[in-house]
């Protein structure tokens, strides 16, 4: 089973408003990642976790802010976002920080308004 | 540096037709090279993988050789269905040289398939 799976699916919130996407995956994996694509665009990587340790952030504003709860878990807590936030987000897990492969899941429409 | 360079689209194909997306790419050492598939509304899905020179990588009738002389990894498939219309990402992972293994995608070819 090669599963991630992505709550919600779509979301929509104004610029005040606090939400938060969920990411699982329970396949063991040690290295998981937040990605956001705009339309028409290949995925941009946001966020690198490692052993539930951030090793990355590709200088993404501070109204994004990641957790990993758990070695199963991503979260990605959102704050005053602006309009050119909306997106899609999409997670993505692999075996552990030096594998090759990456399995994504569904990810989550979100659009700021 | 490393770079993945795709065919621009739309592919636009009748049903039964000849694929071929065309990838190339820019790394050092032996990258690992991968096909995703996007539907549209979803999620990147992992089409086929190769890992090393001559290697093919095949799923849901889809192929691709990693050719090393060529740097390239095109993707072909004998006949097309409606059900392929998606947009295709060419993808490589360098050799891991510590840290977390990078994904580098090409810009992505949207495959239109008609009746």
């Known amino acids: 089973d090669t599963e991630v799976t992505q709550t919600p699916k779509h979301l929509v919130m104004g610029m005040t408003n606090k939400k938060s996407l969920k990411c699982e995956q329970h396949?063991?994996?040690?290295?998981m990642y937040w990605y956001k694509q705009k339309a028409k665009k290949p995925p941009e990587l946001m966020f690198v976790?490692?052993?539930?340790?951030?090793?990355i952030n590709e200088s993404v504003p501070s109204r994004f802010s990641p957790e990993c709860p758990n070695s199963s878990l991503l979260n990605l807590h959102l704050h005053a976002l602006q309009p050119e936030d909306s997106a899609l987000y999409l997670c993505?897990?692999?075996?552990?920080?030096?594998?090759?492969?990456?399995?994504f899941g569904p990810g989550t429409r979100l659009t700021v308004l | 540096g490393n770079s993945v360079t795709q065919m621009e689209g739309p592919v636009t194909l009748s049903e039964e037709a000849f694929l071929t997306i065309n990838c190339t790419y820019t790394?050092?050492?032996?990258?690992?090279l991968f096909w995703y598939v996007q539907y549209p509304g979803e999620g990147l899905q992992l089409l086929l993988k190769?890992?090393?020179?001559?290697d093919k990588g095949s799923n849901k009738g889809f192929e691709a050789t990693y050719r090393k002389e060529t740097t390239s990894f095109h993707l072909e498939k004998g006949s097309v269905q409606v059900s392929d219309s998606a947009v295709y990402f060419c993808?490589?992972?360098?050799?891991?040289?510590?840290?977390?293994?990078?994904?580098?995608f090409g810009a992505g070819t949207r495959l239109a398939v008609h009746p």
């Open positions: 396949m063991g994996h040690r290295a």
């Open positions: 993505a897990s692999s075996q552990d920080p030096s594998s090759d492969t990456q399995y």
């Open positions: 190769a890992t090393k020179a001559d």
């Open positions: 976790y490692s052993y539930e340790k951030l090793s």
């Open positions: 993808a490589l992972s360098p050799t891991w040289s510590g840290g977390y293994n990078k994904l580098i």
């Open positions: 790394a050092t050492g032996y990258p690992s």
